[in-house]
T-cell receptor
Framework: DTGVSQNPRHKITKRGQNVTFRCDPI?????LYWYRQTLGQGPEFLTY????????KSRLLSDRFSAERPKGSFSTLEIQRTEQGDSAMYLC??????????????FGNGTRLTVT | AQKVTQAQTEISVVEKEDVTLDCVYE???????LFWYKQPPSGELVFLIR??????QNEISGRYSWNFQKSTSSFNFTITASQVVDSAVYFC??????????????FGQGTTLQVKP
């Protein structure tokens, strides 16, 4: 169990640029989640995959955001035309498929995005 | 609406003191799950405990204990004999097994615990 891996750890970009983050979940986990955490707040749900299918998206996920999990393994989160309000920690989590979705989520270290 | 409230933004204690972190939740469902996570300065959220709504027994794990009270919709977390390594942000979270059954969590705002030597 190598844990959930996220890259990069930090990303600084200029407003208007596109950025892409990668998440590698725990290998046997088929559920994958993206969360966003701003300073002083708890994580907020963005989107959820079961295998390669994106089954739920939060209203927080504007049309500038897109997430993929093409082969049901790693996932990418892309933000187009970044805005300063996108500055946050982006957290990825995974969990096993069983247990009716009640299994604990295993989180990665996150990618901290700063938009200047 | 589903909601988790952690009213204590920051708590500071001296090592070896006991400390309780409060969590109050709101949900319409009779079946639900509650979680506590720890977020040290490294940023990774570490799972501490899961409790389902049908199990009101309090749980103890070493210096950690949890008090689940359905009557007051609370799921409080106590650290006994705190240590400097306990310094972190602690999050309470609620998961509702709705029709989508995604397993997504609703987090509280978090409580920052500082344990001073």
């Amino acid at each position: 169990d190598t844990g959930v891996s996220q890259n990069p750890r930090h990303k600084i970009t200029k407003r208007g640029q596109n950025v892409t983050f990668r998440c590698d979940p725990i290998s046997e986990h088929n559920r994958l989640y993206w969360y966003r955490q701003t300073l002083g707040q708890g994580p907020e749900f963005l989107t959820y995959f079961q295998n390669e299918a994106q089954l739920e998206k939060s209203r927080l996920l504007s049309d500038r955001f897109s997430a993929e999990r093409p082969k049901g393994s790693f996932s990418t989160l892309e933000i187009q035309r970044t805005e300063q309000g996108d500055s946050a920690m982006y957290l990825c989590a995974s969990s096993p498929g069983g247990g009716g979705g009640n299994s604990p989520l295993h989180f990665g270290n996150g990618t901290r995005l700063t938009v200047t | 609406a589903q909601k988790v409230t952690q009213a204590q933004t920051e708590i500071s204690v001296v090592e070896k003191e006991d400390v309780t972190l409060d969590c109050v939740y709101e949900t319409r469902d009779t079946t639900y799950y509650l979680f506590w996570y720890k977020q040290p300065p490294s940023g990774e959220l570490v799972f501490l405990i899961r409790r389902n709504s049908f199990d009101e027994q309090n749980e103890i794990s070493g210096r950690y204990s949890w008090n689940f009270q359905k009557s007051t919709s609370s799921f409080n977390f106590t650290i006994t004999a705190s240590q400097v390594v306990d310094s972190a942000v602690y999050f309470c979270a609620l998961k509702e097994p709705g029709s989508s059954n995604t397993g997504k969590l609703i987090f509280g705002q978090g409580t920052t615990l500082q344990v001073k030597p």
